[in-house]
């Protein structure tokens, strides 16, 4: 009899099997924003890069890391690299923002089939709200003058 579960167990089993699913879902799509943040912020290396480069002479020396090794090339080299790397990691950027709307889609129709709510703890933003105030407070400074 105690192997058999009950009707109560057998929800408490689902709503936890439905909480973890959705963690899981919502655990993804944090690691779309942080892959997207990190291609981005390296799509804006090259930029910087590729600006650096472009108005030097083409027959100028620089120097490019390739698989861990610094190689000495040219600019007239180096820079329709640089340019096709650009091109490709904006690219892989599109396409996971596509990847991540269809994550927020599927998480949103998760959380209307299962009629999921986020709470958002009001008192919990207060006190942190408090908290950086008496943080800031707690700096002392001495008399202006040498005494």
Same mark, same amino acid.
């Given at each position: ?21 959705? =963690?899981? +879902? ?9 892959? %997207? @943040? #990190?291609? $981005? ?52 950027? =599109?396409? +996971? ?9 599927? %998480? @949103? #129709?998760? $959380? ?36």
């Amino acid at each position: 009899m105690a192997s058999q579960p009950s009707g109560v167990e057998k929800e408490a089993i689902n709503e936890q099997v439905i909480a973890n699913t959705y =963690a899981n +879902m919502r655990s993804e799509m944090n690691q779309f924003y942080s892959k %997207i @943040t #990190e291609l $981005e912020m390296e799509v804006s290396e090259h930029s910087l890069v590729i600006g650096a480069i472009e108005p030097l002479d083409p027959s100028r020396r620089c120097y490019r890391m390739i698989g861990g090794v610094l190689v000495e090339r040219t600019i007239r080299e180096v820079l329709p690299a640089v340019q096709r790397n650009k091109e490709g990691l904006e690219e892989v950027v =599109a396409r +996971m923002n596509e990847a991540l709307e269809k994550k927020k889609k599927e %998480i @949103t #129709e998760f $959380e209307l089939k299962y009629k999921i709510r986020i709470r958002k703890a009001d008192g919990d933003t207060q006190e942190e709200g408090s908290m950086k105030e008496g943080s800031a407070q707690g700096v002392l400074v001495g008399p202006a003058s040498g005494q």
